[in-house]
């Protein structure tokens, strides 16, 4: 990656980190090219720190990290775009974006898709169906979105909207647990669509 280094004084580009998933930004930093490298070895965002005066990677104090999933460089080769998961919230306030945004896609499914990361890595299954359900493994979870979708099919053979729909939305909702259990979520299943359509 050729990055113009020298276009600013101090030899630092701004890098804009913006959430993989939801696409929210949530935060701008600066990068020299030891930074850039750091980045790019570890898969963590590491930034140079004006204000420390040394690398300092986001979430080394908190745990809150900045997992890499893309760097993108813009046409003038002097800012960065990196698109991240983050482990937490990113802010120093404690906020989910510098910018005091809720990190959520205004996207349901997406939102939907959060909480079923949330719910799998929740220590407790017994306080949630969906932890339950994970802790009972693949099989079981594969197992509920073929009931799932059997009952959807005999409701579809009815005239009950009402029900239709309702399994309908079971399917969907054990089928997005499905995705997760496999280390997918839906956009992977988008972009295979999106491919087909083209």
């Given at each position: ?48 720190s004006r204000s420390k005066g040394r690398?300092w990677t986001k979430g080394e104090e ?114 997005l647990i499905l995705l997760n259990a ?17």
């Open positions: 990656m050729n990055v113009d280094f020298r276009k600013y004084g101090d030899g630092l580009v701004p890098a804009i980190i913006q959430d993989g998933i939801t696409q929210k930004v949530l935060m701008l930093g600066f990068m020299n090219q030891e930074a850039l490298d750091m980045t790019e070895k570890e898969g963590k965002v590491t930034f140079f690398l908190s745990g809150n990290y900045l997992l890499v999933k893309s760097i993108a460089l813009d046409c003038d080769r002097d800012t960065l775009l990196i698109k991240a998961q983050p482990l937490g919230p990113v802010c120093h306030t404690g906020a989910d974006t510098c910018w005091d945004e809720k990190n959520h896609n205004e996207d349901f499914l997406s939102h939907l898709e959060d909480i079923i990361q949330q719910r799998r890595e929740q220590a407790d299954p017994s306080g949630s169906y969906v932890a339950g359900l994970f802790k009972k493994g693949i099989n079981k979870i594969a197992q509920k979105v073929g009931e799932e979708a059997v009952e959807l099919v005999i409701e579809a053979k009815d005239h009950d909207e009402q029900l239709f729909l309702n399994e309908a939305a079971d399917l969907l909702f054990h089928y496999k280390g997918y979520n839906l956009q992977d299943v988008t972009d295979i669509l999106k491919e087909r359509h083209k």
